[in-house]
Each structure stands twice: as C-alpha cells, then as structure tokens.
C-alpha cells in the first residue's frame, strides 16, 4: 500500500524557516512528479510548489517564489518542502502529494496524497 506521511510543521516566527518532509512507504520518488498544496480551513486549496519529473517543469505559486523550494534526496526516498521567510499568510495545512512522471505543472491532481501537516507563522 501507497502511503505519504507528512512531518515538520508546527509553530513559527514571521521570518523564521521550516523544512516540511514527506517520507513514502510502498513506493520510491524515484520517476515519479511531485508537489505541496496547503489549505487553509474553510478555504480552496492552493498548489505551492510541483516539479513534473519526466516534463521537465516546475511551478510555484507568486505567493511563495523566491522562499519556497520542493525537492527530494538523493536515494528518492523523502521529499521536502523548504520554506524560508515564512509570513504569517503562510499559515495552513501542507499536504504532499506524488503522481506518475508525465505529469505537466502547474497540475495538481496527484494520485497519491499524505493526510497533511499544520504550519501556524506568527507575527
């Protein structure tokens, strides 16, 4: 069974750094596009970061370029969300999420998700 569990959130500072992880069991990153969305209650979700393995291309949302970069290890087995400058509207629920390679970002319709991890900026 496919399985995505998120880690690393929790409280920060405006300004401060969080490095959001995404471990896979029952499979590997390896050939496989990955991406963040965050939802803040009540609220759409929002795609933040994507990397298309197989089309070669990327998204980030205008809210978080310049402070946010997704990316995985070298065995491919835990993807990460880096996120620097963290401001209070960065506030939500971070969720990764995999697909099959030939997905093209900005889409972010994964096949696999994890259930989700709580980041809270204060100011």
């Known amino acids: 069974e496919v399985q995505l569990v998120e880690s690393g959130g929790g409280l920060v500072q405006a300004g401060g750094s969080l490095r959001l992880s995404c471990a896979a069991s029952?499979?590997?990153?390896?050939?496989?596009?990955i991406a963040w969305i965050r939802q803040v209650p009540g609220k759409e979700r929002e795609g933040v970061a994507c990397?298309?393995?197989?089309?070669?291309?990327?998204h980030y949302a205008d809210s978080v370029k310049g402070r946010f970069t997704v990316f995985t290890d070298d065995a491919k087995e835990t993807m990460y969300l880096q996120m620097n400058n963290l401001k209070p509207e960065d506030t939500a629920i971070y969720y990764c999420?995999?697909?099959?390679?030939?997905?093209?970002?900005?889409?972010?319709?994964?096949?696999?998700w994890g259930k989700g991890t709580l980041v809270t900026v204060s100011s």
């Open positions: 999420g995999a697909h099959l390679p030939d997905l093209t970002c900005p889409n972010y319709e994964m096949m696999w």
């Open positions: 029952g499979f590997s990153f390896e050939h496989k596009s």
């Open positions: 990397l298309g393995v197989a089309t070669l291309t990327t």
